[in-house]
Protein backbone atom coordinates (compact mmCIF):
# COMPACT_ATOMS: atom_id res chain seq x y z
CA UNK A 1 0.00 0.00 0.00
CA UNK A 2 1.10 3.54 -1.39
CA UNK A 3 2.22 6.03 1.59
CA UNK A 4 -0.06 8.78 2.36
CA UNK A 5 1.15 11.88 3.20
CA UNK A 6 0.86 12.77 6.82
CA UNK A 7 2.08 16.18 8.40
CA UNK A 8 4.17 13.76 11.27
CA UNK A 9 5.72 11.35 8.36
CA UNK A 10 8.92 11.49 8.08
CA UNK A 11 10.69 12.47 4.92
CA UNK A 12 11.14 9.16 2.17
CA UNK A 13 14.68 8.43 1.12
CA UNK A 14 15.11 9.28 -2.33
CA UNK A 15 14.29 5.62 -3.78
CA UNK A 16 15.13 7.52 -7.65
CA UNK A 17 19.28 6.71 -6.39
CA UNK A 18 18.65 3.05 -7.11
CA UNK A 19 17.14 3.20 -10.20
CA UNK A 20 20.02 5.72 -11.52
CA UNK A 21 22.73 3.36 -10.29
CA UNK A 22 21.25 0.09 -11.90
CA UNK A 23 21.07 2.36 -14.88
CA UNK A 24 24.39 3.59 -14.49
CA UNK A 25 25.94 -0.58 -13.84
CA UNK A 26 23.72 -1.57 -17.04
CA UNK A 27 25.54 1.21 -19.73
CA UNK A 28 28.85 -0.08 -18.36
CA UNK A 29 28.13 -3.72 -18.81
CA UNK A 30 26.73 -3.05 -21.88
CA UNK A 31 30.03 -1.25 -22.68
CA UNK A 32 32.29 -3.93 -22.17
CA UNK A 33 31.18 -5.38 -25.25
CA UNK A 34 32.46 -2.72 -27.96
CA UNK A 35 30.77 -1.89 -31.46
CA UNK A 36 27.34 -2.82 -32.35
CA UNK A 37 25.93 -5.36 -31.03
CA UNK A 38 21.57 -7.19 -30.21
CA UNK A 39 20.66 -7.80 -27.20
CA UNK A 40 18.51 -10.52 -26.42
CA UNK A 41 16.58 -10.12 -23.43
CA UNK A 42 14.04 -12.65 -21.23
CA UNK A 43 10.65 -12.12 -21.25
CA UNK A 44 9.76 -11.29 -17.59
CA UNK A 45 12.96 -8.91 -17.71
CA UNK A 46 11.64 -6.60 -20.35
CA UNK A 47 9.45 -4.78 -18.22
CA UNK A 48 11.65 -3.80 -15.55
CA UNK A 49 14.29 -2.82 -17.82
CA UNK A 50 11.70 -0.39 -19.50
CA UNK A 51 11.46 0.84 -16.02
CA UNK A 52 15.42 1.41 -15.71
CA UNK A 53 16.70 1.94 -19.73
CA UNK A 54 14.61 2.54 -22.29
CA UNK A 55 15.21 1.75 -25.86
CA UNK A 56 16.42 5.02 -26.88
CA UNK A 57 19.03 4.65 -24.15
CA UNK A 58 20.00 1.37 -25.35
CA UNK A 59 20.55 2.68 -28.84
CA UNK A 60 23.04 5.08 -27.69
CA UNK A 61 25.17 2.03 -26.45
CA UNK A 62 25.28 0.64 -29.77
CA UNK A 63 22.73 -2.07 -29.06
CA UNK A 64 21.31 -2.33 -32.28
CA UNK A 65 18.37 -4.38 -32.27
CA UNK A 66 16.50 -5.95 -29.33
CA UNK A 67 15.02 -9.67 -29.70
CA UNK A 68 12.94 -11.23 -26.69
CA UNK A 69 14.08 -15.14 -25.71
CA UNK A 70 12.39 -17.78 -27.34
CA UNK A 71 14.18 -20.38 -27.16
CA UNK A 72 14.78 -21.04 -30.93
CA UNK A 73 17.15 -20.61 -33.86
CA UNK A 74 18.21 -17.04 -33.78
CA UNK A 75 17.76 -14.48 -37.07
CA UNK A 76 20.07 -12.05 -35.64
CA UNK A 77 23.19 -11.03 -38.31
CA UNK A 78 24.99 -9.50 -35.89
CA UNK A 79 28.62 -10.69 -34.91
CA UNK A 80 28.15 -9.58 -31.39
CA UNK A 81 25.47 -11.25 -29.41
CA UNK A 82 24.39 -9.95 -25.67
CA UNK A 83 21.98 -11.70 -23.57
CA UNK A 84 20.45 -10.19 -20.58
CA UNK A 85 18.96 -13.41 -18.69
CA UNK A 86 17.74 -14.75 -14.87
CA UNK A 87 20.55 -17.15 -13.71
CA UNK A 88 18.26 -20.12 -15.29
CA UNK A 89 19.89 -23.23 -16.57
CA UNK A 90 17.28 -23.85 -19.33
CA UNK A 91 18.37 -19.96 -20.62
CA UNK A 92 22.06 -21.23 -20.48
CA UNK A 93 21.59 -23.94 -22.33
CA UNK A 94 19.72 -22.36 -24.83
CA UNK A 95 22.29 -19.74 -25.76
CA UNK A 96 25.39 -22.92 -25.59
CA UNK A 97 23.07 -24.04 -28.50
CA UNK A 98 22.94 -20.78 -30.17
CA UNK A 99 26.66 -21.01 -29.96
CA UNK A 100 27.33 -24.00 -30.95
CA UNK A 101 24.88 -24.01 -34.23
CA UNK A 102 27.21 -21.39 -34.92
CA UNK A 103 30.15 -23.36 -34.58
CA UNK A 104 28.86 -26.01 -36.70
CA UNK A 105 28.09 -23.49 -39.26
CA UNK A 106 31.75 -22.25 -39.08
CA UNK A 107 30.02 -18.67 -38.02
CA UNK A 108 32.50 -16.33 -35.84
CA UNK A 109 30.71 -14.15 -33.02
CA UNK A 110 31.20 -12.74 -30.28
CA UNK A 111 28.77 -13.93 -27.15
CA UNK A 112 28.47 -12.13 -23.90
CA UNK A 113 25.76 -13.17 -21.38
CA UNK A 114 25.00 -10.84 -18.39
CA UNK A 115 22.98 -12.35 -15.47
CA UNK A 116 20.48 -10.49 -13.15
CA UNK A 117 20.39 -9.89 -10.21
CA UNK A 118 23.60 -12.09 -10.10
CA UNK A 119 25.57 -15.48 -11.45
CA UNK A 120 25.22 -18.47 -10.30
CA UNK A 121 27.84 -21.40 -10.39
CA UNK A 122 25.50 -23.81 -11.50
CA UNK A 123 25.07 -21.52 -15.14
CA UNK A 124 28.59 -21.17 -15.43
CA UNK A 125 28.63 -25.52 -15.16
CA UNK A 126 26.69 -25.32 -18.01
CA UNK A 127 29.00 -23.27 -20.05
CA UNK A 128 31.89 -25.71 -19.23
CA UNK A 129 30.08 -28.55 -19.40
CA UNK A 130 29.21 -27.71 -22.82
CA UNK A 131 33.05 -26.06 -23.52
CA UNK A 132 32.28 -23.08 -24.44
CA UNK A 133 33.65 -21.69 -20.65
CA UNK A 134 36.03 -19.36 -22.53
CA UNK A 135 33.95 -18.41 -25.86
CA UNK A 136 31.34 -17.05 -23.55
CA UNK A 137 31.97 -13.90 -21.22
CA UNK A 138 29.98 -13.68 -18.50
CA UNK A 139 28.92 -10.82 -15.87
CA UNK A 140 26.73 -9.87 -13.40
CA UNK A 141 24.19 -6.59 -13.18
CA UNK A 142 23.54 -6.33 -9.24
CA UNK A 143 19.89 -5.30 -10.22
CA UNK A 144 18.32 -5.78 -7.12
CA UNK A 145 15.49 -2.94 -6.36
CA UNK A 146 13.26 -1.77 -8.66
CA UNK A 147 11.49 1.80 -7.78
CA UNK A 148 7.50 1.34 -8.27
CA UNK A 149 6.72 4.18 -6.40
CA UNK A 150 8.28 6.88 -4.08
CA UNK A 151 7.78 4.61 -1.41
CA UNK A 152 7.64 1.27 -3.01
CA UNK A 153 10.14 -0.87 -4.14
CA UNK A 154 10.52 -4.70 -5.17
CA UNK A 155 12.89 -7.14 -5.84
CA UNK A 156 10.77 -8.42 -8.54
CA UNK A 157 11.95 -12.05 -8.10
CA UNK A 158 8.97 -14.34 -9.27
CA UNK A 159 10.46 -17.25 -8.49
CA UNK A 160 11.97 -16.54 -5.15
CA UNK A 161 8.82 -18.08 -3.70
CA UNK A 162 8.53 -21.52 -5.36
CA UNK A 163 12.22 -22.23 -5.06
CA UNK A 164 12.66 -21.43 -1.69
CA UNK A 165 9.39 -22.53 -0.06
CA UNK A 166 8.85 -25.36 -2.50
CA UNK A 167 11.65 -26.76 -3.91
CA UNK A 168 13.76 -25.81 -0.84
CA UNK A 169 16.67 -23.67 -2.92
CA UNK A 170 18.00 -21.25 -0.74
CA UNK A 171 19.80 -19.78 -3.55
CA UNK A 172 18.05 -16.50 -3.48
CA UNK A 173 18.71 -16.29 0.61
CA UNK A 174 22.15 -14.91 -0.55
CA UNK A 175 20.41 -12.20 -3.43
CA UNK A 176 17.78 -10.64 -0.41
CA UNK A 177 20.86 -10.41 2.17
CA UNK A 178 22.88 -8.19 -0.78
CA UNK A 179 19.45 -6.36 -1.25
CA UNK A 180 19.38 -5.07 2.34
CA UNK A 181 23.23 -4.34 1.65
CA UNK A 182 22.57 -2.35 -0.94
CA UNK A 183 20.15 -0.48 1.48
CA UNK A 184 22.22 0.08 4.01
CA UNK A 185 25.05 1.17 1.81
CA UNK A 186 23.42 4.11 0.34
CA UNK A 187 20.90 5.11 3.00
CA UNK A 188 22.26 4.30 5.92
CA UNK A 189 22.13 2.03 8.83
CA UNK A 190 18.95 0.92 10.04
CA UNK A 191 17.85 1.79 13.50
CA UNK A 192 16.00 -1.60 13.95
CA UNK A 193 15.53 -4.81 12.99
CA UNK A 194 12.69 -7.30 13.26
CA UNK A 195 11.80 -10.63 11.47
CA UNK A 196 9.96 -13.87 11.97
CA UNK A 197 10.45 -17.13 9.69
CA UNK A 198 13.29 -19.07 8.90
CA UNK A 199 14.42 -17.64 5.45
CA UNK A 200 14.37 -14.19 6.93
CA UNK A 201 16.66 -15.41 9.71
CA UNK A 202 18.73 -16.44 6.71
CA UNK A 203 18.16 -13.06 5.14
CA UNK A 204 19.56 -11.45 7.84
CA UNK A 205 22.59 -13.49 8.71
CA UNK A 206 23.27 -13.27 4.82
CA UNK A 207 23.11 -9.36 5.09
CA UNK A 208 25.26 -9.17 8.30
CA UNK A 209 28.14 -11.14 6.97
CA UNK A 210 28.48 -9.00 4.05
CA UNK A 211 28.93 -5.96 5.99
CA UNK A 212 31.17 -7.44 8.27
CA UNK A 213 33.07 -8.25 4.86
CA UNK A 214 33.63 -4.21 4.62
CA UNK A 215 34.32 -1.10 6.51
CA UNK A 216 31.19 0.96 7.80
CA UNK A 217 31.41 4.99 7.81
CA UNK A 218 29.40 6.43 10.33
CA UNK A 219 26.51 8.42 8.70
CA UNK A 220 22.85 9.63 8.94
CA UNK A 221 19.82 7.32 8.89
CA UNK A 222 17.26 7.73 6.38
CA UNK A 223 15.25 4.05 6.90
CA UNK A 224 14.03 3.34 10.62
CA UNK A 225 12.87 0.15 10.99
CA UNK A 226 13.20 -2.83 8.97
CA UNK A 227 11.07 -5.90 9.05
CA UNK A 228 11.59 -9.22 7.50
CA UNK A 229 8.56 -11.56 7.46
CA UNK A 230 8.38 -14.99 5.38
CA UNK A 231 5.82 -15.79 2.83
CA UNK A 232 4.59 -18.57 5.07
CA UNK A 233 3.84 -16.75 8.34
CA UNK A 234 0.74 -15.25 6.48
CA UNK A 235 -0.76 -17.29 3.74
CA UNK A 236 -4.27 -16.16 4.52
CA UNK A 237 -3.89 -12.09 3.33
CA UNK A 238 -2.72 -13.38 -0.34
CA UNK A 239 -6.00 -16.02 -0.50
CA UNK A 240 -8.61 -12.98 0.44
CA UNK A 241 -10.13 -10.68 -2.66
CA UNK A 242 -9.02 -7.47 -2.14
CA UNK A 243 -12.02 -5.00 -2.35
CA UNK A 244 -9.85 -1.64 -2.56
CA UNK A 245 -9.46 -0.13 -6.10
CA UNK A 246 -5.74 -1.00 -6.55
CA UNK A 247 -6.34 -4.47 -5.45
CA UNK A 248 -9.35 -4.92 -8.09
CA UNK A 249 -7.37 -3.54 -10.75
CA UNK A 250 -4.71 -6.04 -10.06
CA UNK A 251 -7.37 -8.35 -10.12
CA UNK A 252 -9.04 -7.53 -13.10
CA UNK A 253 -6.05 -5.86 -15.09
CA UNK A 254 -3.61 -7.35 -13.67
CA UNK A 255 -0.76 -5.01 -12.55
CA UNK A 256 3.11 -5.59 -13.99
CA UNK A 257 5.81 -3.77 -12.53
CA UNK A 258 3.71 -0.90 -11.56
CA UNK A 259 2.16 -0.86 -14.93
CA UNK A 260 -1.07 -1.78 -15.86
CA UNK A 261 -3.11 -2.97 -19.45
CA UNK A 262 -6.40 -1.25 -20.05
CA UNK A 263 -7.64 -3.88 -22.62
CA UNK A 264 -10.48 -2.76 -24.97
CA UNK A 265 -13.34 -3.19 -22.15
CA UNK A 266 -12.25 -0.54 -20.65
CA UNK A 267 -11.12 1.90 -23.81
CA UNK A 268 -12.60 2.55 -26.62
CA UNK A 269 -10.21 2.21 -29.03
CA UNK A 270 -6.60 0.13 -27.93
CA UNK A 271 -5.07 -1.29 -25.16
CA UNK A 272 -3.46 1.65 -22.92
CA UNK A 273 -0.54 1.85 -20.86
CA UNK A 274 -0.78 3.38 -17.74
CA UNK A 275 1.84 3.91 -15.19
CA UNK A 276 0.21 3.39 -11.66
CA UNK A 277 2.31 5.48 -9.18
CA UNK A 278 1.62 8.60 -6.90
CA UNK A 279 1.78 10.62 -9.83
CA UNK A 280 -1.31 10.08 -11.04
CA UNK A 281 -3.31 12.36 -9.43
CA UNK A 282 -6.29 10.44 -9.95
CA UNK A 283 -5.11 6.96 -9.16
CA UNK A 284 -2.76 8.28 -5.93
CA UNK A 285 -6.67 9.95 -4.34
CA UNK A 286 -8.22 6.48 -4.98
CA UNK A 287 -5.52 3.78 -4.96
CA UNK A 288 -6.48 2.45 -1.61
CA UNK A 289 -9.72 3.53 -1.06
CA UNK A 290 -12.95 0.73 -0.88
CA UNK A 291 -14.52 0.39 -3.97
CA UNK A 292 -17.72 1.32 -2.90
CA UNK A 293 -16.35 4.89 -2.47
CA UNK A 294 -14.75 5.42 -5.88
CA UNK A 295 -17.45 6.42 -7.97
CA UNK A 296 -18.43 9.36 -5.42
CA UNK A 297 -14.70 10.56 -5.62
CA UNK A 298 -14.62 9.97 -9.68
CA UNK A 299 -17.47 12.31 -9.73
CA UNK A 300 -16.49 14.69 -7.55
CA UNK A 301 -13.29 15.02 -9.06
CA UNK A 302 -14.91 15.44 -12.80
CA UNK A 303 -17.10 18.42 -11.56
CA UNK A 304 -13.95 20.03 -10.09
CA UNK A 305 -12.02 19.52 -13.66
CA UNK A 306 -15.37 20.68 -15.40
CA UNK A 307 -15.00 24.11 -12.51
CA UNK A 308 -11.23 24.42 -13.97
CA UNK A 309 -11.96 24.22 -17.38
CA UNK A 310 -14.86 26.73 -16.97
CA UNK A 311 -12.21 29.95 -15.06
CA UNK A 312 -11.66 30.34 -18.91
CA UNK A 313 -14.89 31.99 -19.30
CA UNK A 314 -14.61 35.54 -19.05
CA UNK A 315 -10.96 36.25 -18.79
CA UNK A 316 -8.72 38.76 -20.85
CA UNK A 317 -5.89 37.59 -23.70
CA UNK A 318 -3.18 37.95 -20.60
CA UNK A 319 -5.09 35.94 -18.18
CA UNK A 320 -5.86 33.07 -21.06
CA UNK A 321 -2.35 32.85 -21.96
CA UNK A 322 -1.44 32.20 -18.31
CA UNK A 323 -4.21 29.72 -17.86
CA UNK A 324 -2.82 28.06 -21.47
CA UNK A 325 0.75 27.67 -20.66
CA UNK A 326 0.13 26.61 -16.75
CA UNK A 327 -2.59 24.88 -16.55
CA UNK A 328 -4.20 23.48 -19.77
CA UNK A 329 -1.80 20.96 -20.34
CA UNK A 330 -2.28 19.40 -16.72
CA UNK A 331 -6.08 19.72 -16.65
CA UNK A 332 -5.68 17.62 -19.98
CA UNK A 333 -3.88 15.16 -18.73
CA UNK A 334 -5.47 14.90 -15.39
CA UNK A 335 -8.91 14.83 -17.77
CA UNK A 336 -7.58 11.92 -19.84
CA UNK A 337 -6.61 9.85 -16.57
CA UNK A 338 -9.86 10.49 -14.91
CA UNK A 339 -11.88 9.15 -18.19
CA UNK A 340 -9.57 5.84 -17.77
CA UNK A 341 -10.32 4.83 -14.09
CA UNK A 342 -13.42 5.74 -14.56
CA UNK A 343 -13.99 3.18 -17.49
CA UNK A 344 -11.68 0.89 -15.50
CA UNK A 345 -14.30 1.10 -12.29
CA UNK A 346 -17.13 0.71 -15.07
CA UNK A 347 -15.59 -3.02 -15.90
CA UNK A 348 -14.70 -3.55 -12.77
CA UNK A 349 -18.57 -3.03 -11.08
CA UNK A 350 -19.57 -5.45 -14.32
CA UNK A 351 -17.36 -8.18 -13.28
CA UNK A 352 -17.40 -7.86 -9.47
CA UNK A 353 -20.78 -7.17 -8.41
CA UNK A 354 -22.40 -10.19 -10.21
CA UNK A 355 -23.76 -12.36 -7.51
CA UNK A 356 -20.83 -15.38 -8.25
CA UNK A 357 -18.29 -12.09 -6.86
CA UNK A 358 -20.44 -11.04 -3.65
CA UNK A 359 -21.52 -15.08 -2.67
CA UNK A 360 -17.30 -15.39 -3.03
CA UNK A 361 -16.87 -12.66 -0.60
CA UNK A 362 -19.64 -14.55 1.46
CA UNK A 363 -17.77 -17.51 1.71
CA UNK A 364 -14.25 -16.01 2.37
CA UNK A 365 -15.77 -14.28 5.38
CA UNK A 366 -17.75 -16.86 6.77
CA UNK A 367 -14.05 -19.21 6.24
CA UNK A 368 -12.38 -16.59 8.40
CA UNK A 369 -14.77 -16.33 10.90
CA UNK A 370 -15.35 -20.07 11.35
CA UNK A 371 -19.10 -19.80 10.53
CA UNK A 372 -21.33 -22.22 7.93
CA UNK A 373 -18.46 -24.21 7.16
CA UNK A 374 -20.90 -26.60 5.37
CA UNK A 375 -22.47 -24.19 3.20
CA UNK A 376 -18.95 -22.84 2.36
CA UNK A 377 -17.77 -26.14 0.85
CA UNK A 378 -21.08 -26.20 -0.92
CA UNK A 379 -20.32 -23.18 -2.44
CA UNK A 380 -16.91 -24.59 -3.42
CA UNK A 381 -18.35 -27.39 -5.33
CA UNK A 382 -20.82 -25.67 -6.97
CA UNK A 383 -18.01 -22.90 -7.88
CA UNK A 384 -15.43 -26.11 -9.19
CA UNK A 385 -18.17 -27.37 -11.23
CA UNK A 386 -19.70 -24.79 -12.56
CA UNK A 387 -15.71 -23.94 -14.18
CA UNK A 388 -16.05 -20.48 -12.67
CA UNK A 389 -12.20 -19.87 -12.02
CA UNK A 390 -9.56 -22.40 -11.71
CA UNK A 391 -7.70 -19.89 -9.75
CA UNK A 392 -10.37 -18.39 -7.56
CA UNK A 393 -11.37 -22.00 -6.52
CA UNK A 394 -7.96 -23.06 -5.62
CA UNK A 395 -7.57 -19.93 -3.35
CA UNK A 396 -11.06 -20.92 -1.93
CA UNK A 397 -9.80 -24.51 -1.22
CA UNK A 398 -6.10 -23.51 0.58
CA UNK A 399 -8.28 -20.96 2.04
CA UNK A 400 -10.70 -23.54 3.70
CA UNK A 401 -7.68 -25.64 4.36
CA UNK A 402 -5.86 -22.75 6.25
CA UNK A 403 -8.61 -21.35 8.28
CA UNK A 404 -9.94 -25.17 9.55
CA UNK A 405 -6.58 -26.61 10.22
CA UNK A 406 -7.24 -29.26 6.96
CA UNK A 407 -9.58 -30.51 5.72
CA UNK A 408 -11.24 -33.91 7.12
CA UNK A 409 -10.03 -36.90 5.01
CA UNK A 410 -13.67 -37.46 3.38
CA UNK A 411 -13.70 -33.43 2.18
CA UNK A 412 -10.16 -33.23 0.96
CA UNK A 413 -10.76 -36.66 -1.20
CA UNK A 414 -14.09 -35.37 -2.75
CA UNK A 415 -12.86 -31.99 -3.25
CA UNK A 416 -9.75 -33.31 -4.94
CA UNK A 417 -12.04 -35.64 -7.13
CA UNK A 418 -14.15 -32.87 -8.39
CA UNK A 419 -11.22 -30.27 -9.06
CA UNK A 420 -9.57 -32.95 -11.21
CA UNK A 421 -12.25 -33.95 -12.96
CA UNK A 422 -13.26 -30.86 -13.92
CA UNK A 423 -10.29 -28.76 -14.31
CA UNK A 424 -7.95 -32.09 -15.82
CA UNK A 425 -5.70 -34.60 -14.10
CA UNK A 426 -2.47 -32.49 -14.66
CA UNK A 427 -2.86 -30.59 -11.68
CA UNK A 428 -2.42 -33.59 -9.27
CA UNK A 429 1.20 -32.02 -9.22
CA UNK A 430 -0.88 -28.75 -8.24
CA UNK A 431 -2.09 -30.82 -5.34
CA UNK A 432 0.95 -32.41 -4.29
CA UNK A 433 2.75 -29.14 -4.41
CA UNK A 434 0.48 -27.39 -2.10
CA UNK A 435 0.00 -30.00 0.30
CA UNK A 436 3.74 -29.60 0.42
CA UNK A 437 3.96 -25.98 1.25
CA UNK A 438 1.10 -27.19 3.68
CA UNK A 439 -1.43 -24.79 1.95
CA UNK A 440 -4.03 -27.67 1.12
CA UNK A 441 -3.61 -30.75 3.73
CA UNK A 442 -5.53 -33.08 4.59
CA UNK A 443 -6.20 -33.74 8.36
CA UNK A 444 -4.70 -37.05 10.19
CA UNK A 445 -6.67 -39.01 11.82
CA UNK A 446 -5.58 -39.25 15.50
CA UNK A 447 -2.53 -37.05 15.02
CA UNK A 448 -3.42 -33.75 17.09
CA UNK A 449 -1.04 -30.64 16.95
CA UNK A 450 -0.24 -30.95 20.40
CA UNK A 451 1.62 -34.53 19.31
CA UNK A 452 2.93 -32.97 16.56
CA UNK A 453 4.85 -30.24 18.49
CA UNK A 454 6.00 -32.43 21.07
CA UNK A 455 7.85 -34.60 18.07
CA UNK A 456 9.36 -31.16 16.57
CA UNK A 457 10.11 -30.01 19.25
CA UNK A 458 12.90 -32.23 20.30
CA UNK A 459 14.40 -31.54 16.81
CA UNK A 460 14.54 -27.66 17.52
CA UNK A 461 16.31 -28.32 20.77
CA UNK A 462 19.05 -30.41 18.84
CA UNK A 463 21.91 -27.81 17.30
CA UNK A 464 21.56 -29.50 14.19
CA UNK A 465 17.97 -28.80 13.80
CA UNK A 466 18.87 -25.74 11.24
CA UNK A 467 20.22 -28.03 8.72
CA UNK A 468 16.67 -29.67 8.27
CA UNK A 469 15.52 -29.91 4.79
CA UNK A 470 12.29 -28.24 4.01
CA UNK A 471 10.23 -30.82 3.11
CA UNK A 472 10.87 -32.24 6.53
CA UNK A 473 10.46 -28.79 8.18
CA UNK A 474 7.17 -29.01 6.17
CA UNK A 475 5.74 -31.75 8.28
CA UNK A 476 5.78 -29.10 11.51
CA UNK A 477 3.83 -26.64 9.83
CA UNK A 478 0.09 -26.61 11.22
CA UNK A 479 -2.27 -23.74 10.57
CA UNK A 480 -3.02 -22.05 13.63
CA UNK A 481 -5.11 -19.46 12.26
CA UNK A 482 -8.43 -19.75 14.80
CA UNK A 483 -5.52 -19.03 17.73
CA UNK A 484 -3.87 -16.42 15.96
CA UNK A 485 -6.79 -15.00 15.11
CA UNK A 486 -8.57 -15.00 18.98
CA UNK A 487 -5.14 -13.80 20.44
CA UNK A 488 -4.53 -10.77 17.76
CA UNK A 489 -8.13 -10.10 17.51
CA UNK A 490 -7.81 -10.32 13.62
CA UNK A 491 -11.64 -10.95 12.39
CA UNK A 492 -13.41 -8.28 14.17
CA UNK A 493 -16.67 -8.63 15.48
CA UNK A 494 -19.63 -9.29 12.59
CA UNK A 495 -22.00 -7.86 14.88
CA UNK A 496 -20.79 -4.56 14.65
CA UNK A 497 -21.58 -2.05 11.78
CA UNK A 498 -18.09 -1.04 9.77
CA UNK A 499 -17.97 2.26 8.37
CA UNK A 500 -16.37 1.37 5.52
CA UNK A 501 -15.94 5.32 4.37
CA UNK A 502 -14.26 6.08 7.83
CA UNK A 503 -12.37 2.92 8.62
CA UNK A 504 -11.14 2.51 11.88
CA UNK A 505 -8.41 -0.43 10.93
CA UNK A 506 -6.81 -2.31 8.31
CA UNK A 507 -10.24 -4.19 7.96
CA UNK A 508 -11.37 -2.15 5.83
CA UNK A 509 -9.39 -3.54 2.64
CA UNK A 510 -11.17 -6.79 3.07
CA UNK A 511 -14.44 -4.75 3.66
CA UNK A 512 -13.85 -4.83 7.42
CA UNK A 513 -13.79 -9.34 7.72
CA UNK A 514 -10.19 -9.92 8.53
CA UNK A 515 -7.37 -7.58 9.79
CA UNK A 516 -4.21 -8.75 7.53
CA UNK A 517 -2.00 -10.79 10.09
CA UNK A 518 1.28 -9.42 8.57
CA UNK A 519 0.26 -5.70 9.12
CA UNK A 520 -1.23 -6.65 12.71
CA UNK A 521 2.00 -8.36 13.34
CA UNK A 522 4.31 -5.27 12.84
CA UNK A 523 1.44 -2.75 14.52
CA UNK A 524 2.09 -4.98 17.45
CA UNK A 525 6.05 -5.51 17.65
CA UNK A 526 6.04 -1.53 16.90
CA UNK A 527 3.90 -0.71 20.25
CA UNK A 528 5.68 -2.83 22.57
CA UNK A 529 9.03 -2.12 20.62
CA UNK A 530 10.13 -6.13 20.23
CA UNK A 531 8.40 -9.11 20.07
CA UNK A 532 8.25 -9.33 24.06
CA UNK A 533 5.11 -9.72 25.14
CA UNK A 534 4.26 -11.73 21.71
CA UNK A 535 6.05 -15.32 22.66
CA UNK A 536 2.54 -17.12 22.44
CA UNK A 537 1.70 -15.73 19.09
CA UNK A 538 5.63 -16.19 17.65
CA UNK A 539 5.19 -20.10 18.86
CA UNK A 540 1.73 -19.82 16.77
CA UNK A 541 3.67 -19.10 14.01
CA UNK A 542 6.28 -21.75 14.13
CA UNK A 543 9.21 -18.95 15.64
CA UNK A 544 12.47 -17.92 14.15
CA UNK A 545 11.62 -14.47 15.43
CA UNK A 546 14.65 -12.20 16.26
CA UNK A 547 14.39 -8.28 17.15
CA UNK A 548 18.17 -6.76 16.37
CA UNK A 549 18.49 -2.32 17.25
CA UNK A 550 20.81 -0.18 14.96
CA UNK A 551 23.32 0.24 18.31
CA UNK A 552 23.90 -3.67 18.57
CA UNK A 553 24.18 -4.20 14.86
CA UNK A 554 27.00 -1.23 14.53
CA UNK A 555 28.65 -3.06 18.12
CA UNK A 556 28.82 -6.52 16.30
CA UNK A 557 30.06 -5.63 13.47
CA UNK A 558 32.84 -3.50 14.88
CA UNK A 559 33.88 -5.75 17.18
CA UNK A 560 33.91 -8.52 14.16
CA UNK A 561 36.05 -6.22 12.40
CA UNK A 562 38.52 -5.84 14.89
Not at 140 to 152: G, K, R, V
Request: charged residues 30%.
Amino acid sequence: MAHSARRDSPKLPDFSLLKRLAKDQLVYLLEQLPGKKDLFIEADLMSPLDRIANVSTLKQHEVDKLYKVEYKPIVSTSDQLCFLIRPRIKTVKWICDVANADKAAGRFRRYKIIFTPQKFYACESVLEEQGLFGDVTTDEWSFYLLPLDDDIISMELPEFFRDNFLAGDQRWVRTAGSTLHLLHSIYGPFSKIYGIGRCSKMVYESWREQVEEEETKARQAEIGNVFLIDRDVDFVTPLCSQVVYEGLVDDIFKIKCGCVGFGTDATSDKNVKVMLNSQDKVFNEIRNEHFSNVFGFLSQKARNLQTAYDKRRGMDIKQMKTFVSEELKGLKQEHRLLSLHISASETIMKKKTKQDFQEMLKTEHSLLEGFEIRECISFIEEHIIRLVSMIESLRLLCLLSITENGLLPKDYRSLKALFLQSYGVEHLLTFANLKQLGLLVEQQPGETLTAMESKVGKLVNDKTAGKLTDAFSSLAKKSNFRALSRKLNLVPKSDEEYNLRVPRDMAYIFSGAYIPLSCKLIEQVLERGGWTGLEEVTRLLNGHEFSVTGLLIRRYICREIK
